[in-house]
């Protein structure tokens, strides 16, 4: 069995940095396309980046180029979500999520995604 547990988040201030993970347990995330996600209230899911199995490539979503970095520890079979220059607007649940055969221009559907975490609360105060 699959499991996904994330962790990290917290309540920060504007300005500040956090540094989400991603623990996975049953699949070696080197194997897989790791994606993150994020969700506010009254919203949808919303992309945020992956990292895919297929070519090691890191996607992200346009509104987070730049400031946010995804990376991978195979030892610890972890991924991480660093998010540097925190903003209100990115008070959200942030999840991840693995997936085995997705190829590159789907990586933004959660659907495409066959295991989740539980989410990691990320609040940004200003």
């Known amino acids: 069995q699959v499991q996904l547990v994330e962790s990290g988040g917290g309540l920060v201030q504007a300005g500040d940095s956090l540094r989400l993970s991603c623990t996975a347990s049953?699949?070696?995330?080197?194997?897989?396309?790791m994606g993150w996600f994020r969700q506010a209230p009254g919203k949808e899911r919303e992309f945020v980046g992956a990292?895919?199995?297929?070519?090691?490539?890191?996607y992200y979503a346009d509104s987070v180029k730049g400031r946010f970095t995804i990376s991978r520890d195979n030892a610890k079979n972890t991924v991480y979500l660093q998010i540097n220059s925190l903003k209100p607007e990115d008070t959200a649940v942030y999840y991840c999520?693995?997936?085995?055969?997705?190829?590159?221009?789907?990586?933004?559907?959660?659907?495409?995604?066959?295991?989740w975490g539980q989410g990691t609360q990320v609040t940004v105060s200003s």
């Open positions: 990292l895919t199995r297929s070519n090691n490539s890191v």
């Open positions: 999520a693995s997936g085995v055969r997705i190829f590159w221009t789907m990586i933004r559907r959660p659907s495409e995604y066959d295991y």
């Open positions: 049953g699949r070696p995330v080197s194997s897989v396309t």
